[in-house]
Structure formats: structure tokens, C-alpha cells
């Protein structure tokens, strides 16, 4: 691993609870209202968490329709306004990476029951296949590069932007369409909550009365293409991909490895690729769920790894939004480097003496130009992204 | 950044299905690594690991690691070092958990469902599972592009070793057939089974790259000779991750012999999108 050429982002798009596009979303972060939705506008059956909606206006006035075909609404949304904002002319060498957790899983319940009920098979099950999300976006968008889903749990998001950087970095495309995107459904809701990790009241992350995580829905992408294609052809450079780690812990299925072993090595990689030392960094937009474990050891980890670098957790305005957490993070680390003034961690009061680190209780001017964003997944994937708003690079 | 380096190659396979019949030459493959057709991989792991800690491993993870321990092997990288990476190709993920989730939802209700099939109801569940039993602790990712997703896994794969994120990696197509998936779509055959290739940059050796969107060939596998292209009948039924992946093992046991590359196409039946997979060695 070296230090490898930034990649430039020509193009974002986003939705999530907390707007339905970049300029709205931007305000929400600073705003800090959050606003939760009862479990019963999911399903009727919901065990009674409430989660982040995604804003109403992403339904066309139709409503969620249960099944791939909602996550799918989302990742077309924030995926328009990206290449709207990028204007490429040719796709024939772009490729499009989506990762999500729901999008691409068999979660069509309804469809199911009916086939349960022996009333036939309803559209939900149809819209597994026909809304594959790469498969429909490269179709969407005529792009002629590799179509890549990627299902890796909490980490998918972040792992299509960094699948991006490498396709990019290796030649192998010179454009890519990168992001995450999920809207909710009664499974993972369900799951959740019989995992017994889901907080029935607003989620805190990091704080030590933390009690679990709330979900959420959203989708986010970026436009990145080579540092030097995006100057020949004088595009708007909102910001760069500096480096991306990913590791896995091998330690257990749910629970991360207790020494951060993966998270840290995925960090390593990221700081490594961008040439970055941890004094060059402004902050880390951390993926703080709110559960006891993920916070207590990504805490730990960052406490030993990055110590007295600021900690950002932006999830309690969010909520938890899965296989699109990663790309929407990424977002707003850019928004706040932009901006230079990171966002107070809401929820978060008192910090827990396990973990010894706190994340930002008043928002925080910054001078510095990069920053780190993490994720943690089932499975033990861990990623980071190391973002930039400058380059140094000829 | 890559042209000096040495190119990704592949430097062993493994296979394991349980539904016979897709291919007599295949067949053959499966039976001289004694793995043809056992319903439970159990047996086959038992040289590799203790039975206690499969005992609990999803049937989905076990044909997955059978399939892996068999490419390691193969390629002689058992143990695997600890930076291997791990990418899955799969058009539906774990059926049975999935499925079993839901069950416990509609039968049980959303208070009493099973939070263990949740859990193991996550597409990416193999490849965290083989990394832990592996202890392979490069990157391990899961992609879900319908009968592309094994091209899919491979372009990630050649990535990850070009970007130095590995030195090795597991490249697999992983699907099974629960019946439960049938009576949902009826109309989608139902093709089980494994297949892994090992990676690593070397100078010799059989490379593998994908060309998305090429021309269709006159036929899905084409094994290529200084005389010509000639076709390997071949199966490729819908509906799964596994034909190209079984098509290139069909393909690098034939280049053993007698051809010098070989070409694996692959439509997707939803979207107008294709991926040829081109097996070349190199001189």
C-alpha cells in the first residue's frame, strides 16, 4: 500500500430524513432537528421503534410499495442528481457500483405471505428481479462499464466508493457512478429489534446511557472520475477520494474483533493511500450506530489510533440508513469540510468512561482540509474513506 | 500504475455442488475431488476443520468454504495467508435463512421471530463466515448482480489484487435451491452449488479478465487453439450466479491440455448487460 493519485468528485447526489436533496440535507446537519416516524408508517405490524423516514416526496405520491422497488426509488433519486451535477457526455467507460443491504436481499415479505395464503404472487417478488440496483442504474444511465452491487452489509456504501477509486486508480474505468442506498422494510426492522439492538427512543450514540440504534432509509452517490480527466474537460471538483482501507476482523459474525483489529488496518490503508498523517486531519464522521458494542470498540479503537482527532457521530439525525450509511457519511464529510465547521453530535450528553473518547457536543470550526469516515458491518467488514477538499496534487 | 507488475493469475479451483447433471465433463471434475453430489459438506470439511465448529454453519457457507478449501488447496495456500481477500458472486445470497426469517415472521409474528436467521439473513453471511473460518483478513465482499454477479465478483477480485489489497483472493459463485424459492418463482431452475478460483500476481499462469458488454459469440464457452475457436457445450441455465463460474472450470481443465485461452460469456436474462470472461495463458 503507497500513497496513490486522488480521485475527483464531479457530481453528489443524496436524500435521508434529513431532506431530499444536497442543499436541504446541508441545512439539516446544521440545523440538528431531528425527526423521527412512528414504526406504524412502515407496517401496521412493526414492532413499535420508530426510524428516520425518507422524505415523503420520494414516493411520487404512491406510496412505499414494500418491496426492491422502494430501495431502488432512492438510489435513482440521489443517483439523477449526481450525474445531473457531473454533466459527463460519454458513459461508454463508466461503471456503476451500488452498494445496499435491502435492495438486493430476498425481503419481499408481503409477496411471500400472499404465497403463504395461497393468493398467488403478488408484484414484490416480481420487483426482486426486475430491480436489481447496478443492473437498473447502468441501464438508466447507458453506462457500458462494469455493474457492480455490492452487498456488504453496514460497509456497502463505503465499499462502492472505494471500489470506485480502485477501478479508476487501475484503469479499469474512467468513470464511476459510486454510492449506497436502502429503504426500510419490515425485515431489517424486525430483525433489528429482535436483535435486540434498537433503541424504542431517539438513538445516542456514544453517549453512556446509549441504548441501541434507530434506522433509517436514504441513498447517496458520487460522481468520481480521474483528477486528470475532470481538469481536461474544466469540471466543478466538489471534493476528492484521497484513500480506502478495507479489512475484515475474522473474529465473530456480529460482533466486531474487541481491539479493533479490522477498523484499524481498514483506517491504515485509508491514511496510507491519501498520504495523510492523523495531524493532518480535520475530524472523523465515525459510524457510531449507538449500539453498546459498535460504539464501545470503534470509540476504543479511534481513542488509541487517531487520539485528540475531533469525532463526529451524525447518525442520530439520520438514523442508521444501512447499505447507504457509508455514501451518505461521505457526503456529509464533504459538506463539512466545504462548509469548515463540523456539526455537534446530537444525542450524544455524557461520555462513557469505557470508551474515554467524546464525540462533538458544539459544532467545531475546522482549517483543515481532510478528514476520515468509518463503517462497520455483519459479517466484520470494516472500511474508511479518507475525503479531501484540496489537492496538492499536479 | 499495474503494467510493470506481475498480472493476477489463477493458481487453483475448487467446486462443490449438490445437484448433479449440469455438465457429464463437470461431473467428472467433482468426482476425482470427491465431491460430487454430497447433500451435506460436512464430510468434506472434516480434514480442515473440527466438526464443532461447522456444526452451526449455514448448509449456504458450508458448500462456500467445501468450494474455497478445495481452490486453496488446490493451489497449495492452505492455511491461506492472513491478508486473502474473499469476493462472492451470487443472484439471490442464503435463501434458506432468508426464507426461514420471513417464516418466523408470518408464522411466529414480528415479536417472536428468530433473530439467528436475521442475523444469518444478510447477503454477505458466506463471505463473513469463510473469512472467520479462513481467518483470511483482507477485504471480503458479496455481489449481487443476478447471472453477472460471478463476472462481477472477478473484476473485484483482479482489483483487489491490482490495488495491492491482497496478495491472494477467493473468488466464488455461490447459490443454493431452497424450495421455498420455487414456489415464489416457479419458473427459474434451480442450479446449487460452488465454484472458487484462487488468485495471486505472478508471471506465469493462466490470467482472467472481464469484458463487459462484448459482442454475443456463437457459443457460451469457446475455447481458443492456434487452429481456431472451438465451442464447449455448456448449460447455462438462469436464474443463478454459477453457470459462468462452472463454465470456466469446464474451460481451465480443457486449457490443460490443449488450448491456449478460452472465452465464458454470460447475459444477463433482465437487463440488456453481458460480461465475457477471457482465460488466457500467459507465454
Not at chain 1, 172 to 186: K, N, R
Not at chain 2, 92 to 99: L, M, N
Not at chain 2, 127 to 133: E, N, R, V
Request: negative net charge.
Amino acid at each position: 500500500m503507497r500513497k496513490e493519485e486522488p480521485v475527483a468528485v464531479t457530481g453528489m447526489g443524496a436524500l435521508c430524513a434529513l431532506g431530499p436533496d444536497i442543499p436541504a440535507i446541508e441545512r439539516g446537519l446544521y440545523r440538528q432537528e431531528r425527526s423521527l416516524s412512528p414504526a406504524a408508517t412502515l407496517s401496521e405490524d412493526a414492532l413499535p421503534f420508530p426510524f428516520y423516514s425518507a422524505p415523503q416526496t420520494a414516493w411520487n405520491g404512491k406510496g412505499r410499495q414494500g418491496s426492491a422497488a422502494d430501495t431502488l426509488r432512492l438510489g435513482m433519486l440521489a443517483a439523477t442528481q449526481a450525474m445531473a451535477q457531473a454533466q459527463w457526455q460519454d458513459a461508454s467507460r463508466t461503471a456503476v457500483i451500488a452498494g445496499t443491504t435491502s435492495g438486493s436481499a430476498l425481503h419481499f415479505l408481503e409477496g411471500y405471505r400472499r404465497r403463504h395464503e395461497n393468493a398467488g404472487v403478488s408484484e414484490d417478488c416480481a420487483d426482486y428481479l426486475d430491480c436489481n440496483p447496478a443492473l437498473t442504474l447502468g441501464e438508466t444511465f447507458q453506462a457500458r462499464g462494469p455493474l457492480l452491487t455490492i452487498s456488504n452489509a453496514c460497509t456497502s456504501g463505503a465499499d462502492a466508493i472505494g471500489m470506485g477509486i480502485d477501478l479508476i486508480r487501475s484503469g479499469q474505468t474512467d468513470t464511476a457512478l459510486c454510492g449506497g442506498m436502502d429503504a426500510l422494510s419490515l425485515v431489517p426492522h424486525t430483525g433489528f429489534a429482535r436483535l435486540m439492538v434498537y433503541d424504542d427512543e431517539p438513538c445516542r450514540p456514544f453517549d453512556a446511557r446509549r441504548k441501541g440504534l434507530n434506522l433509517g432509509e436514504g441513498a447517496a452517490f458520487l460522481c468520481l472520475e480521474s483528477l486528470r480527466k475532470a481538469r481536461r474537460r474544466g469540471a466543478t471538483i466538489l471534493g476528492y477520494v484521497l484513500g480506502y482501507g478495507s479489512h475484515s476482523d475474522a473474529y465473530h459474525f456480529t460482533s466486531p474483533h474487541p481491539e479493533g483489529e479490522g477498523l484499524a488496518g481498514a483506517m491504515r490503508d485509508a491514511l496510507t493511500q491519501a498520504g495523510l498523517q492523523e495531524t493532518d486531519l480535520a475530524f472523523v464522521n465515525v459510524h457510531g450506530t449507538g449500539t453498546k458494542e459498535n460504539d464501545r470498540i470503534e470509540g476504543k479503537t479511534l481513542a488509541h489510533a487517531l487520539p485528540g482527532v475531533p469525532l463526529w457521530a451524525s447518525k442520530a439525525l439520520t438514523g442508521h440508513t444501512l447499505g447507504a450509511a457509508g455514501a451518505l457519511e461521505a457526503v456529509f464529510t464533504l459538506i463539512a469540510l466545504s462548509r469548515g465547521v463540523v456539526p455537534a453530535s446530537v444525542g450524544f450528553a455524557e461520555q462513557d468512561p469505557e470508551i474515554g473518547v467524546s464525540p462533538l457536543r458544539e459544532p467545531l470550526a475546522i482549517a483543515k482540509k481532510n478528514a476520515l469516515s468509518t463503517s462497520l458491518g455483519f459479517g466484520g467488514s470494516n472500511a474508511a474513506l479518507a475525503l479531501s477538499t484540496e489537492c496538492d496534487h499536479d | 500504475m499495474t503494467d510493470r507488475l506481475p498480472r493476477p493469475v489463477i493458481t487453483g479451483m475448487g467446486l462443490f455442488h449438490a445437484a448433479d447433471g449440469i455438465n457429464a465433463e463437470l461431473d467428472a471434475q467433482l468426482a476425482e475431488r470427491g465431491l460430487l453430489a454430497q447433500a451435506d459438506a460436512t464430510e468434506a470439511l472434516s480434514a480442515y476443520f473440527p466438526k464443532s465448529r461447522l456444526r452451526r454453519l449455514p448448509l449456504y457457507a458450508r458448500v462456500g468454504l467445501c468450494a474455497a478449501v478445495s481452490a486453496l488447496s488446490d493451489a497449495n495456500r492452505f492455511p491461506c495467508p492472513e491478508d486473502t481477500g474473499i469476493v462472492i458472486g451470487t443472484f439471490f445470497g442464503c435463501q434458506k435463512t432468508s426464507f426461514d426469517f420471513m417464516d418466523s415472521i408470518l408464522n411466529d409474528g414480528p415479536r417472536l421471530s428468530s433473530p439467528l436467521a436475521f442475523s444469518h439473513a444478510v447477503n454477505n453471511m458466506a463471505a463473513g463466515l469463510l473469512s472467520l473460518l479462513l481467518q483470511a483478513k483482507g477485504p471480503a465482499f458479496t455481489v449481487n448482480d443476478q447471472e453477472l454477479s460471478f463476472a462481477g465478483a472477478l473484476q473485484i477480485g483482479i482489483s483487489l489484487l491490482n490495488n495491492d489489497r491482497c496478495s491472494q483472493v477467493l473468488v466464488g459463485a455461490l447459490d443454493e435451491a431452497d424450495p421455498r424459492l420455487r414456489e415464489v418463482f416457479p419458473a427459474l431452475p434451480a442450479v446449487a452449488g460452488g465454484v472458487f478460483l484462487c488468485l495471486e500476481r505472478r508471471n506465469q499462469g493462466t490470467t482472467a479478465d472481464v469484458l463487459w458488454n462484448p459482442e454475443k459469440p456463437s457459443s457460451p464457452v469457446l475455447l481458443r487453439t492456434s487452429d481456431g475457436a472451438r465451442p464447449l457445450p455448456m448449460e447455462t441455465p438462469t436464474g443463478s450466479a454459477l453457470p459462468p463460474a462452472f463454465g470456466c472450470a469446464l474451460a481451465l481443465n480443457r486449457m490443460k491440455e490443449n488450448a491456449d485461452a478460452a472465452d465464458v460469456f454470460q447475459e444477463s436474462a433482465r437487463s440488456r448487460r453481458s460480461a465475457l470472461i477471457r482465460l488466457e495463458k500467459l507465454s
